[in-house]
C-alpha cells in the first residue's frame, strides 16, 4: 500500500506534513527539503515507517533545543518533557543527542543547582541532595555534589537566623516557628539548638 503525503510552510522554520490530505505532524524544514520522501508522489508502507520514524527523531530532537535555549534541564526531565509529545525511541535519541552535545550535563546542572539551592533558600547538604534527585539527578552524582559542597552547616544556621529569618524570630511563636523552618530546610535538630544556644535564643514552647 502506498501513502501521499504533501507539505505545507509551516510556522518557526517547520514544514506542516499532510498523509493522504490530512494533517499529520510537523518538522524542521532542513529535514524536509534533505529528505527522498519530498522526491516522490507517493511512498510505500515500509519507507513511510522509516520515514516517520525519523522525522520523530529529529523533531523530538528540535523540541529539546528549543526547551534548553530557555532553561537548564537534567536529562530525566529533559527526557520527561519530551515524551509528552513523542514516543520512547524519539525521546532517547534527543536525549542522548543533546548529551552528545554537550548541551545537558547532570553533573554541571546538579553543581548549579546546588549552589542555587543554598544561596537563595539556604537549605542543608541532606535537603539539597533530596531536591536534586526529585529533578532527576541519580543518587551517586547527588551525593558527590553535596559532599563537595563549600558550605559549614552550623555557620549557615547562624547566618539565616541573624539575616532571613531575623524578622521572624521576633513574631509571636517566631523562635518555634524558624526552628520547625531550619528542621525542613534540611538541619538536625542538634544543629539548630547549638545555633540557637550561641546566640542566646529561647526557643517558645509548643
Same mark, same amino acid.
Given at each position: 500500500?502506498?501513502?501521499?503525503?504533501?507539505?505545507?510552510?509551516? =510556522?518557526?522554520?517547520?514544514?506542516? &506534513?499532510?498523509?493522504?490530505?490530512?494533517?499529520?505532524?510537523?518538522? !524542521?524544514?532542513? +529535514?524536509?527539503?534533505?529528505?527522498?520522501?519530498?522526491?516522490?508522489?507517493?511512498?510505500?508502507?515500509?519507507? +513511510?515507517?522509516?520515514?516517520?520514524?525519523?522525522?520523530?527523531?529529529?523533531?523530538?530532537?528540535?523540541?529539546?533545543?528549543?526547551? &534548553?535555549?530557555?532553561?537548564?534541564?537534567?536529562?530525566?526531565? #529533559?527526557?520527561?518533557?519530551?515524551?509528552?509529545? +513523542?514516543?520512547?525511541?524519539?525521546?532517547?535519541?534527543?536525549?542522548?543527542?543533546?548529551?552528545?552535545?554537550?548541551?545537558?550535563?547532570?553533573?554541571?546542572?546538579?553543581?548549579? &543547582?546546588?549552589?542555587?539551592?543554598?544561596?537563595?533558600?539556604?537549605?542543608?547538604?541532606?535537603?539539597?541532595?533530596?531536591?536534586?534527585? =526529585?529533578?532527576?539527578i541519580s543518587l551517586d552524582i547527588?551525593?558527590?555534589?553535596?559532599?563537595? &559542597?563549600?558550605?559549614?552547616?552550623?555557620?549557615?544556621?547562624?547566618?539565616?537566623?541573624?539575616? =532571613?529569618?531575623?524578622?521572624?524570630?521576633?513574631? !509571636?511563636?517566631?523562635?518555634?516557628?524558624?526552628?520547625?523552618?531550619?528542621?525542613?530546610?534540611?538541619?538536625?535538630?542538634?544543629?539548630?539548638?547549638?545555633?540557637?544556644?550561641?546566640?542566646?535564643?529561647? #526557643?517558645?514552647?509548643?
Amino acid at each position: 500500500m502506498k501513502v501521499k503525503i504533501t507539505s505545507r510552510i509551516g =510556522k518557526r522554520g517547520k514544514v506542516n &506534513l499532510y498523509l493522504n490530505d490530512e494533517y499529520l505532524m510537523s518538522v !524542521p524544514e532542513d +529535514f524536509w527539503y534533505s529528505s527522498p520522501v519530498r522526491l516522490t508522489e507517493e511512498v510505500d508502507e515500509a519507507e +513511510f515507517t522509516e520515514f516517520l520514524k525519523t522525522a520523530n527523531a529529529k523533531s523530538a530532537y528540535q523540541k529539546a533545543l528549543e526547551l &534548553l535555549s530557555r532553561r537548564d534541564y537534567s536529562s530525566r526531565m #529533559l527526557a520527561n518533557k519530551l515524551a509528552e509529545k +513523542f514516543d520512547s525511541e524519539a525521546v532517547a535519541f534527543a536525549v542522548e543527542k543533546a548529551v552528545n552535545a554537550g548541551l545537558v550535563n547532570d553533573e554541571v546542572y546538579a553543581r548549579r &543547582l546546588a549552589e542555587e539551592l543554598v544561596r537563595n533558600k539556604g537549605l542543608a547538604p541532606r535537603r539539597i541532595q533530596s531536591e536534586l534527585i =526529585k529533578k532527576g539527578i541519580s543518587l551517586d552524582i547527588a551525593q558527590e555534589v553535596t559532599e563537595n &559542597l563549600d558550605i559549614n552547616p552550623d555557620c549557615l544556621i547562624i547566618e539565616l537566623l541573624q539575616t =532571613k529569618l531575623q524578622r521572624v524570630l521576633n513574631a !509571636p511563636k517566631g523562635t518555634r516557628r524558624v526552628f520547625q523552618s531550619l528542621l525542613r530546610k534540611g538541619y538536625s535538630r542538634g544543629a539548630v539548638l547549638s545555633a540557637f544556644r550561641q546566640l542566646n535564643i529561647e #526557643l517558645d514552647e509548643e
